[in-house]
C-alpha cells in the first residue's frame, strides 16, 4: 500500500474516533473481549436459573437453594485475594481464557451429574465450588487486562460498554436458562459449556494491547496478597468508591425480598416478580448506552455522590409503592443510578492503581462488592424478619443516604474529583 494512502487511512481513522463515541470499539482486541464477556456472562445467567430449577426439584428445600450461592461464594472470597496476585505476575489474557475454560468444565461435571439418576447434592455443590473459584480468577484477571487494551482516555467508555454487555445478559440470560431447561438439564448444562468455550476462545485469539507491566519487588505470598489490601487503605479516592459501593448495596439492595413484594404487596403474581426482577437491568442498560454515546467529562466524584443517593431515593420510595408500575419505575431509576455509580467507581480504581498492583486492586473491589451483594440480601432477610418487609426497604433506602452524607464528608478527597484524567497512581 501507497505512503500517502496509508497517511490518508491514519488521519480518518484518528477523525473517526474523535467524532464516533464508539470508537473505543475499534481499538484491537476490544471486541473479541466483550464478545466473551458476553458470552460467559450469558452462559452464567443461565447456570444460575438451571441449577437452582434442578436443585429444588430434586430436595425440595429452600435451605438447598440457598447452599447454591454459599457454595459459591465461600471459595470465590478465599481465592479471590491470590487470584489477583496471579493477575499481576502471569499473562492477564491467559489467565482469563484459563478460567472460562474451568466454568466449561463445572457445566461439564454437572452435566455429567445429570445424566443417570440425582446425584447426592453434596457433589453439584463440589462442582459449584470449583465454578466460584473460577470465577474469583475471572473478576481480577477481566478488570485489570481492560486497561491494557484501551488509552487511559478511553478507558471509562470501554468499562460502559462492558457493564452495558453484562446488563443485557443479566436481562436475557435467565429467560434462556428457563428455555433450555424444557429440553432437560444435561441439553442447558450443554448449551453452557459451549457459551464459556466460545469465551475462552475469544480471548486467546486477542494479540493487541499494551506489554503488562510486573511488580519488581520480590516480596512474600501472604505481603503479595495482601498489598491490594494495604493499597486501597492508603488511597482515599479508591477507599472511598469502593466502600461507598459497599455499604450502599448493603444497606439498599431489595433484590432478595421482590418475591414477597411480588406476591404479596403488588399482588402481580410470577410474571410481574420476573418483570420486577428485569427492571433494574433494563434501566442500567439504557443508562449504559447513553453514556456510551454521552461521556462523562467533569464532576466525576459529585455525581458519583449523587447517584448513591438517587439509589437510596429510589428504594425508599419503592419499599412505600403499592403501585406496580411506579415499583417499576423506580427499580429502573435504581438501575440506571447504580449503573452511573459503577462506571465511575470502575474507572477510578483503574485510574488511581499502577498496573502492576491492578490484578490485586481489582481482587480487593471484587471481594467488595460480591460481601456486599451476599450480604446484602442476608440483611435484606434478616431486617425484613426483624421488623417486617416494607419497613425493611424504607430503612434500607434511608440507611443508604445516611452512608452517602457520613462518606461526603469523610472522603472530601473522592467528592472533589473532576475528571478521570486528573486521578492518578499514589
Not at 464532576?299 to 409503592?321: E, H, P, Q, Y
Amino acid at each position: 500500500m501507497e505512503a500517502g494512502t496509508l497517511i490518508g487511512l491514519s488521519a480518518m481513522n484518528k477523525n473517526h474516533e474523535g467524532l464516533n463515541p464508539r470508537s473505543v470499539l475499534y481499538r484491537a482486541g476490544v471486541r473479541p473481549l466483550l464478545v466473551a464477556r458476553f458470552s460467559g456472562s450469558v452462559a452464567a445467567q443461565m447456570l444460575a436459573v438451571v441449577v437452582g430449577w434442578q436443585i429444588y426439584a430434586i430436595s425440595h428445600s429452600t435451605l438447598a437453594l440457598g447452599w447454591v450461592g454459599l457454595a459459591q461464594f465461600i471459595p470465590m472470597a478465599l481465592a479471590v485475594l491470590p487470584a489477583g496476585d496471579l493477575a499481576d505476575r502471569l499473562n492477564r489474557r491467559r489467565l482469563l481464557a484459563a478460567a472460562a475454560l474451568v466454568q466449561a468444565l463445572a457445566c461439564g461435571l454437572l452435566l455429567l451429574l445429570s445424566l443417570g439418576q440425582p446425584a447426592r447434592l453434596l457433589f453439584f455443590y463440589a462442582v459449584l465450588a470449583l465454578f466460584g473459584v473460577a470465577r474469583a480468577f475471572a473478576g481480577p484477571a477481566m478488570q485489570s487486562y481492560l486497561p491494557l487494551l484501551v488509552p487511559p482516555g478511553e478507558l471509562s467508555r470501554v468499562i460502559v460498554w462492558n457493564s452495558s454487555i453484562f446488563q443485557v445478559a443479566v436481562i436475557g440470560g435467565p429467560a434462556l436458562g428457563g428455555a433450555a431447561y424444557l429440553l432437560g438439564p444435561v441439553v442447558a448444562y450443554g448449551i453452557c459449556m459451549a457459551l464459556f468455550l466460545v469465551a475462552a476462545a475469544l480471548v486467546a485469539t486477542i494479540r493487541a494491547g499494551r506489554r503488562q507491566r510486573r511488580d519488581p519487588r520480590h516480596r512474600a505470598a501472604f505481603e503479595r496478597f495482601t498489598a491490594g489490601i494495604a493499597y486501597v487503605r492508603r488511597n482515599p479516592v479508591i477507599l472511598g468508591a469502593i466502600s461507598l459501593d459497599l455499604f450502599a448495596v448493603l444497606f439498599g439492595g431489595s433484590t432478595a425480598l421482590l418475591p414477597v413484594f411480588a406476591s404479596d404487596i403488588l399482588h402481580v403474581g410470577p410474571l410481574g416478580l420476573g418483570a420486577l426482577r428485569s427492571a433494574g437491568a433494563v434501566g442500567a442498560l439504557f443508562m449504559g448506552l447513553y453514556l456510551g454515546r454521552h461521556p462523562l467529562r467533569h464532576g466525576a466524584g459529585r455525581i458519583m455522590f449523587a447517584c448513591v443517593a438517587l439509589f437510596g431515593l429510589a428504594t425508599l420510595v419503592f419499599g412505600l409503592s403499592r403501585s406496580f408500575t411506579l415499583s417499576m419505575v423506580m427499580l429502573a431509576i435504581a438501575g440506571g443510578a447504580d449503573m452511573v455509580s459503577v462506571l465511575i467507581r470502575l474507572t477510578l480504581v483503574q485510574m488511581a492503581t499502577p498496573d502492576e498492583m491492578r490484578g490485586r486492586v481489582s481482587a480487593v473491589n471484587a471481594l467488595f462488592v460480591g460481601s456486599s451483594n451476599e450480604l446484602g440480601e442476608f440483611e435484606s432477610g434478616l431486617t425484613a424478619h426483624w421488623f417486617g418487609t416494607v419497613p425493611a426497604v424504607v430503612l434500607g433506602g434511608i440507611g443508604t443516604l445516611a452512608v452517602v452524607a457520613i462518606w461526603a464528608w469523610r472522603f472530601p478527597a473522592l467528592r472533589h474529583v473532576d475528571r478521570f484524567d486528573d486521578v492518578r497512581p499514589a
